[in-house]
């Protein structure tokens, strides 16, 4: 499988890391974590102007049609700077739209292209776990109109979002809604999580909401897309924080001497490598798969990634805090930043242990035991 990158992904990648290199520095990015509002409305504009935006959007509504490949290049950057904007929320929403809106809700589509607008998928429920199908949120049908009940725990910018797309039950099957962010009978918390992201709990009563297209292997899609941009986002943690603690480790001396000429350290940092080129090279795959026509074979790719993934971000974030020693946890050091989030991605949407079952659950694996 060829994993360069074509002539107008190199460029993309690089005309975004100049900007996050030049604007978007982990001081700056402090400042707008520990702000109010926990994001900021500069770089969301930047980000539309830059096509970020308009990158998943499909050409029919204005945007650029970029495939997995093409997001996978965007979330690599976006995770090495430790952006914590809601990128991720709305390229899933986009995507959730793309797959189950009508034709009539084209114009969203186009709105969040251009950064007019913010979206986010409220997969999770309190009791559910990793279940994404274990769903308490009901809806019932009003005439025309479909109304919602129940609570949705943390949402991913759910409160920065101008509209979420709800799974709910609808009688025995799963409906998406989709619900404006000033819709009557909603109550919304946000908050911010350790990773220094925005999280939001959804309450609805009677909440008026309008029925999208697709029903559950619609939603399952939505997730697996989800669950492959947060490998991505993860792989360009791990590399910033590889390189992070190969630094740090030429400038740490002890008896007299760089930590990082010593072998069992630099053992260390090959194993981290590993496991870094490991999980980028299931991501690509899974992303390559994502399309796939078979939702078995996509759903074991996503989850083969996924588990890898979490097993890297668990090893390089450990091996990268004890390289680092104390400093490693520290609030002032980048290298403890990434590593929260690395937590957060490995237990997002399934960790390990879930995506490995889900993996071996698939009717492909059992083939294989029995050739």
């Not at 084209?106 to 409220?122: C, D, I, N, Q």
Request: hydrophobic content about 45%; overall charge negative.
């Amino acid at each position: 499988m060829d994993f360069d990158l074509t002539d107008e992904q190199q460029q993309f990648r690089d005309a975004l890391r100049r900007y996050l290199d030049r604007e978007y520095s982990f001081d700056a990015r402090q400042k707008i974590v520990m702000s109010q509002a926990g994001v900021d409305a500069r770089h969301w504009n930047a980000f539309a102007e830059l096509g970020l935006l308009a990158l998943p959007v499909p050409e029919a509504q204005g945007g650029f049609d970029g495939g997995p490949v093409d997001m996978l290049v965007v979330m690599q950057e976006l995770g090495r700077a430790l952006v914590v904007e809601p990128y991720w929320a709305t390229a899933v929403g986009i995507e959730a739209l793309r797959l189950a809106a009508s034709a009539e809700q084209g114009e969203l589509l186009e709105r969040a292209g251009r950064g007019e607008l913010r979206m986010a998928v409220a997969f999770n429920e309190p009791h559910a776990r990793y279940d994404l199908f274990d769903l308490r949120t009901t809806a019932s049908k009003q005439g025309e109109r479909h109304t919602l009940d129940g609570r949705k725990s943390v949402v991913q910018h759910g409160a920065q979002a101008d509209y979420w797309i709800v799974p709910a039950r609808l009688g025995d099957e799963v409906a998406l809604f989709l619900v404006p962010r000033d819709a009557a009978n909603v109550d919304v918390t946000d908050y911010r999580t350790i990773d220094g992201q925005r999280a939001a709990t959804l309450v609805f009563r009677n909440t008026q909401a309008t029925r999208l297209n697709g029903g559950a292997a619609t939603f399952a899609k939505i997730a697996d897309y989800a669950t492959l941009l947060l490998c991505a986002e993860a792989l360009g943690a791990l590399d910033a924080l590889d390189r992070a603690t190969v630094d740090y480790t030429k400038e740490r001396k002890q008896f007299g001497a760089p930590i990082a000429r010593f072998q069992v350290l630099q053992h260390r940092m090959v194993d981290m490598l590993i496991r870094t080129e490991q999980a980028r090279s299931i991501t690509y795959l899974a992303a390559a798969r994502y399309a796939s026509d078979d939702a078995a074979t996509r759903t074991q790719a996503i989850s083969a990634a996924k588990a890898r993934v979490g097993q890297a971000a668990r090893f390089v974030g450990q091996q990268a805090v004890q390289l680092h020693g104390g400093m490693g946890v520290t609030n002032e050091m980048p290298a403890a930043h990434w590593f929260k989030r690395l937590s957060i991605i490995e237990t997002t949407l399934g960790d390990v242990d879930y995506h490995l079952a889900r993996f071996a659950s698939q009717p492909a694996f059992h083939d294989l035991e029995g050739a």
